[in-house]
């Protein structure tokens, strides 16, 4: 079974200050099979990143992936009030199926 | 632009059935393969069901194989989720989502905004 573990589970930062959002594979995870995702409250998730590093379609360029094995991170350079959300990663490697991450809860300091 | 939108959900007692909807527009709905992935109230995301473009194959998470079946009709654009023998864990928003890559699964580009189904006597 593919288990992401992401930490921390909540983060509590100011607008204007840098986050980094970790998220750990219980195995090797391919560098294209890794998505971020943002949801806010009432709304669908929206895909951030995809393929570990590259930015969906209208996303800022505050917002950047890397990582490769097991260790992903989702960087935020400097936030803005519409960025405080719940973040998920995502893998798709493992034998045809999905698992997502429990989540970190980004809220304003 | 691309929508998708799901329809059929409400509250149904353990044991029965449920047959949610999902219309697609704004895009060649036959060229994608497409999932459904569901949220309990309060909960992270979770998985349901994909389908290839060409509805060539399936495959679906652990909690559900056996009881669900997803498939499409591309002459209507509209994906489907039969859900059957329903428990109450299976109380969730379903959200179907679209998967941009041919070779699923992969990621989702696209969500509907989701319909809650509440298993419930």
């Known amino acids: 079974e593919c288990v992401l573990t992401q930490s921390p589970g909540t983060l509590s930062l100011s607008p204007g200050e840098g986050a980094t959002l970790s998220c750990r594979a219980s195995?090797?995870?391919?560098?294209?099979?890794l998505a971020w995702y943002q949801q806010k409250p009432g709304q669908a998730p929206r895909l951030i990143i995809y393929a570990a590093s590259s930015r969906a379609t209208g996303i800022p360029d505050r917002f950047s992936g890397s990582g490769s094995g097991t260790d992903f991170t989702l960087t935020i350079s400097s936030l803005e009030p519409e960025d405080f959300a719940v973040y998920y990663c995502q893998q798709h490697g493992c034998s045809h199926s999905i698992t997502f991450g429990q989540g970190t809860r980004l809220e304003i300091k | 632009q691309v929508q998708l939108v799901e329809s059929g959900g409400g509250v149904v007692q353990p044991g029965r059935s449920l047959r949610l909807s999902c219309a697609a527009s704004g895009f060649t709905f036959s060229n994608y393969p497409m999932h459904w992935v569901r949220q309990a109230p309060g909960m992270g995301l979770e998985w349901v069901a994909v389908?290839?473009?060409?509805?060539?194959?399936?495959y679906y998470g652990d909690s559900v194989r056996g009881r669900f079946t997803i498939s499409r009709d591309d002459s209507k654009n509209t994906l489907y989720l039969q859900m059957n023998s329903l428990r109450p864990e299976d109380t969730a928003v379903y959200y179907c989502?679209?998967?941009?890559?041919?070779?699923?699964?992969?990621?989702?580009?696209?969500w509907g905004q989701g319909t809650l189904v509440t298993v419930s006597s």
């Open positions: 389908i290839a473009f060409d509805g060539s194959l399936t």
């Open positions: 195995q090797s995870v391919s560098t294209t099979s």
């Open positions: 989502a679209r998967d941009p890559v041919i070779a699923p699964p992969d990621y989702f580009d696209y």
